[in-house]
């Protein structure tokens, strides 16, 4: 066979396994969920990829991080970068390898592990796993993280190959699908959720009787490496329990990360004994009756988890830095907006309709 | 060259048709599911209002018959898909989540001393005193173990949890449904 005749044969067939990439790709696309209006948080992980400016500080872990702290407050209190990495129901091994993934783009000087996840030591549900593992960008981190949070019934091609996961969404698609098929708006602010809205804490139900009160082995391991990841880059990890009241955090769970972070030399703060110190009160500062701090709540926990990394970690205050500043200028200008377009639905409904970043805000 | 071609397109063609045969598949299962019997949970149902009722009984016609709930706490579910909705009542605490798109009793919480297990099981009580008329329940299918002072009662579906302190004072009961976690 001639070169002629080779490129013959082979060319078509390589055009037509290039266009079904193309059209698998395109599919793809089409039927993943875009998170961009009632389920927000499945649009966070990829946010992070959009930062112009490193951070200082890199939080990770579930909705008690992105609800509870606000990044552009830290900067504001005490000139402090940090971004939230965090995820609805972020399991530790997620936590983990999105830190790694964070580790290939900067250096922080510190990570902040929140531990509430430890309460679960196996695979929960696809659809967090969706939420987390969508919008990492194609890594080993990403293939070490679906590998590690695949519940029984998933397949980790389908991670790689969105199609063979949502085609049967094809019938419900919307015009949301269409609209966001390109780009997405943004959902957050250096990886906070904002919530202006209120709802009083009132009766917490009955603390749920723990079967088995000991954090799983699993856990205990990937803390473990989380702990080694930020040694090999320079990190110092602090451990916390934020402000949550629920779901409960029990006593044997308290005693257990306690005498492993002692053990281990990390610091550990439980945020629960300082709500008074902090000055939060659940009658104003929570917009799910105690289960997530609002802004209101996130700001004032921010304010005194900064001073305590300025204070006690020696952390530097950026706001010297033009370029810095310039990025974070920016950041505390969409805060604001963001805040007063909330504000404003909450006055003209009453609640907060489901909205973003992005040009289409009410 | 048209037989590669002619492969290639029986290729992309059976892809698509075995991702909508999965599909299919997945629906039929669904619906499969739902034409199954609701879990029995034997001898761990309960009482209340003189309404009889237990784990994975449809809510909504549980709580037209036990009465209006105090008030209402909502709150993302760990076990479940969606949120927790758990209703105060008068001693009691129903919590109740979504399964597709029919909402179960998933969880029954005694909260004082004034409601008791169908048994006759309550707060305050000593536990020996409990596990003695939970041990006149006959059925080989009631499986007990006992973990740090937490005493497990399960019957299929249905676990419930009888928590004693250190003196031996039974300090909460709740009624749950098994999950993965258990």
New interface residues.
Partial sequence: MTTKQKIKTWLPLCLCLVLLAAAVWFLGRLTQPKYMSGVLEGAMTAEYYEEKTPHDVIFIGDCEVYENFSPVTMWREAGITSYIRGTAQQLIWQSYYLLEDAFRYESPKIVVYNVQAMKYSEPQSEAYNRMALDGMRLSVSKLGAVRASMTEDEDAISYLIPLLRYHSRWQELTQEDWTYLFRRDKVTVAGYLMRADVKPMKRLPSVPILKDPDIGEACWEYLGKIQALCEKHGARLILIKSSSIWPHWYDEWEEQISAYAAEHGLDYINFLPLQDEIGIDFTTDTYDAGLHLNLYGAEKASAYFARLLADAYGLEDHRGDSAIAADWEEKCAQYDALLDAQLRELEEYGYLKSWTLGNDRP | ?KK??AL?TVF?LLTLCF??A??FA?DDAAAAEDEEEAPVYGPLGFVYNEVSFGILDEAEPVMEAIGEAD?L????S?AY?GDDY?Y?YDGL?L?VNEIDGVSYVT?I?L?DDMIETPQGVAIGMDIEEALALMAEIEDEALTMEE??G?Y?FQYGPALL?I?ANEDGEIT?I?Y?AVT???
């Fill in positions: 060259m590669i071609l290639v992309a991702c909508a999965a599909a997945a008030d706490f909502v709150s993302a760990c898909q758990i105060y605490e919590t969880g919480t909260v973990n740090r937490v497990s949890m928590q909460a709740q749950t993965e976690e258990d």
